[in-house]
């Protein structure tokens, strides 16, 4: 216990040791560029801007069900402000904070709730920069959300490039379930993400780590990672990986990364991907992927979950048959540590970017095994007229937890929405979904938001 105390202070020393001189590097690294710009340049690049939006948008949802014979009506509105303010061409601030008040309450959470998802300072220079406040990384082994400094240096060898970070804080609230509305996805309804439960039960803790990538020119990118969470004055996770993507080859490409828990000393997470385009006209996917759910050792989930993984072999076929008409077909064989019978995963998509004028995606997709099976099927259309940009489209489940001859209860699920330019940065958007199931007579959702372009 004493070494890991001992080692955690020692990562979190070195973090605030080199990111003083670093930062009065930085310093002085910025003034000498300024001085040695024309007047015209200085003048240009000290012009502040801000990109961004403000959104007000307003959510409702209605829903019946059959076992307890009851309607029930929520429903939200919130503000949303996401800005990145530019100083000059070194110096940054990004920001994205949502109020919301909503009339369901979800666990301690009331009925006004303030997100301040990320804000930070963020210096980018040649060789080196840095990202100070409230951190949202999705790059970082366990994506989270965190209070602190992260310090990033590019050194070049060549025509290579070596990337370090190295990042500590202590962990914050994470409640980024923002709804996104792609204009792919059929039904993209925000619910609770269970992800975000287990981080959430990471508030308070301390975390350090330290990457690296090296960038080699027509070979590819390698890149290692460690990582540490400490808490209550023990490790509670602890994790080393590494990944690569090759570009060595027009034809043939390996691709993945590996994750080891160090406290459980078992892969938390795996991938391994071959990439074969023989042709212009297709492409071959072939991918390995190990999956083991990683709790905190304290968590209440612990008690209830066990931590068996699973793994996908899966191969998909690509056929670009014209510049604006593509079909993929994947099969996936799911295989269960805790159970010895195989799933099966069979999908089949088509898109036509522009059939008379509209976009068309048409898809179908069957899971069978353990995990019951389910058979989904859905048209999607989106265009563009004038102002307005039209999303609709509209599918089928059928669902049990038996067999395929056992009989499959039936869903349906249909979307409408509509994006609309009022002026050049002002857009009002649209849109309602309606599904029913054997436990849901009906549930019935509408949103409506209008967003100022900064």
């Known amino acids: 216990m004493a070494i890991c105390l001992r080692s955690v202070r020692i990562t979190f020393v070195l973090l605030v040791c080199f990111s003083v001189p670093a930062l009065a590097f930085v310093e002085e690294m910025h003034e000498d560029m300024k001085e040695n710009l024309p007047a015209e340049k200085q003048d240009e690049e000290s012009s502040p801007s801000i990109e961004g ?17 009851s309607s029930k009506l929520q429903y939200r509105v919130f503000e949303n402000v996401t800005f990145d303010a530019t100083f000059d061409q070194n110096w940054f601030f990004r920001f994205n904070s949502r109020i919301i008040y909503q ?69 914050v609230r994470d409640d980024y379930l923002e709804e996104y509305r792609n204009p792919w996805v059929l039904r993209s ?50 994790y080393a990986s590494l990944n690569f993507d090759t570009m060595f080859s027009k ?18 997470n795996t991938l391994f991907g071959v990439q074969v385009d023989p042709l212009d006209l297709l492409s071959l996917v072939f991918e390995h992927e190990y999956y083991r759910p990683v709790f905190i050792k304290n968590s209440y989930f612990w008690t209830y979950f066990e931590p068996f993984g699973n793994q996908e072999a899966s191969a998909t076929l690509v056929i670009f048959v014209s510049k604006l008409l593509t079909i993929d077909i994947k099969y996936g064989a799911v295989i269960y540590d805790g159970e010895p019978n195989i799933g099966n995963d ?8 522009d059939f008379f004028g509209f976009g068309v995606r048409i898809g179908a997709e069957m899971i069978v095994g353990p995990e019951g099976n389910l058979i989904t099927c ?27 001859a056992a009989g499959l ?20 958007s649209a849109a309602g979904s309606l599904a029913g199931n054997k436990d849901y007579r009906y549930d019935v959702r509408g949103n409506i938001s209008l967003k100022y372009l900064l």
């Open 251 to 268: 034809v043939f490409k390996l691709y993945g990364y590996g994750t080891l828990d160090l406290v459980e000393l078992r892969p938390s």
């Open 378 to 404: 859905q048209t999607m259309i989106k265009r563009r007229i004038s102002v307005f940009d039209f999303l609709a489209g509209g599918g089928g489940e059928f669902y049990n937890e038996k067999s395929l």
């Open 346 to 353: 069979v999908s089949c998509n088509l898109e036509h970017r």
């Open 409 to 428: 209860s039936a869903g349906y699920f249909a979307t409408l929405g509509v994006d609309v330019e009022i002026v050049k940065s002002l857009v009002l």
């Open 53 to 69: 939006s403000v959104e007000t948008a307003g959510n409702v949802y209605a829903t019946y069900n059959r076992y307890r014979n």
């Open 103 to 171: 009339t369901q309450k979800g666990g301690a959470t009331g009925n006004w709730v303030f997100n301040f998802f990320y804000g930070y300072l963020d210096f980018s220079g040649e060789k080196i920069g840095f990202q100070l406040g409230r951190i949202m990384d999705f790059n970082n082994l366990v994506y989270l959300c965190f209070d602190g400094l992260n310090l990033e240096s590019t050194i070049g060898i060549g025509d290579h490039r070596l990337s370090l970070d190295l990042y500590g804080g202590f962990i």
């Open 189 to 238: 309804f925000n619910g609770t993400d269970y992800r975000n439960i287990f981080i959430r039960q990471r508030m308070g803790d301390y975390i350090a780590g330290f990457k690296a990538e090296f960038f080699a020119k027509n070979a590819g990118i390698f890149g290692v990672e460690y990582q540490l969470v400490f808490n209550r004055n023990a490790i509670a996770e602890h």
